[in-house]
């Protein structure tokens, strides 16, 4: 079974700088995809960025960005410019391309990031 | 658009009650999947359904709990003989097909707070 690791319970930044949050997994399949969520105090799970396995690339969201170091099974979310509203928890998540998997999202416990102003 | 519906927002039952839990997904969804926030803790998958259909129930609890997504209506999430351990937030999301593409993204509801008295 494919677990997901976050290993900051909580993090903060000054308003305008850069933050990197960090997230680990394991799996034994090649071929997967990883997620980044955002939540809120509202509590609604919104997605921030993606990244299918097989691509090379980090995916970037404007100020949103990823490092995707698949050997190392870590999947890291950068934010730039840090502003007020992106205070929330953060969970990285992994979903298996297997049909026997059923597509379910295997969350992490989160990451609470705090913007102080 | 009408994102994934969830009510009510907050539901508070007294032990030994039943809870009913609803989700409308996306409209033109046919999956449905329900997730289980404790306090602290990421969301882990409960139980994922098709119209009509039970596909996969290996993250619900054995007992008490149960779940339906019939043909006309919302998805149910259904606890009986409620216990103060089930207070936790319940989030159900939806996806248009069951694919493994990131094209089939689980699009989340706002989610229920259960309280347990």
Redesign the interface.
């Known amino acids: 079974a494919q677990t997901v690791t976050q290993s900051q319970p909580e993090m903060s930044v000054q308003e305008a700088e850069t933050v990197t949050l960090s997230c680990t997994y394991d799996t034994s399949e090649s071929d997967y995809y990883l997620f980044w969520y955002k939540q809120p105090p509202s509590r609604q799970m919104i997605l921030v960025i993606r990244q299918e396995a097989y691509k090379q690339q980090n995916a970037t969201e404007n100020r949103f960005s990823v490092n995707f170091q698949k050997a190392a099974k870590s999947f890291s979310l950068k934010i730039s410019d840090s502003q007020l509203g992106d205070a929330a928890m953060y969970f990285c998540a992994y979903r298996s391309p297997a049909r026997g998997s059923n597509y379910k999202l295997t969350f992490g416990k989160g990451t609470l990031l705090t913007v102080n102003p | 658009n009408a994102g994934v519906m969830q009510n009510p927002r907050h539901l508070v039952r007294r032990r030994g009650q039943e809870a009913r839990l609803r989700c409308s997904p996306v409209k033109g969804h046919s999956h449905v ?1 329900w ?1 289980r926030q404790l306090p ?6 409960m139980v ?1 359904l098709q119209k009509e259909n039970i ?2 129930e290996s ?1 619900m609890p054995k007992e008490r709990f149960s779940a339906e997504f019939p043909k006309e209506g919302p998805s149910i999430l259904r606890i009986q003989q409620v216990v103060r351990g089930d207070s936790a ?1 319940y ?1 159900c ?1 939806s ?1 248009l097909a ?3 593409s ?1 094209y ?3 699009f ?1 509801g ?2 229920t ?1 259960l309280t347990v008295l």
């Open positions: 999947y997730y602290e803790e990421g969301l882990k998958f994922y596909i996969d993250g937030a989030f999301a996806s069951g694919g493994a990131s089939n993204e689980q989340f706002p989610g707070r």
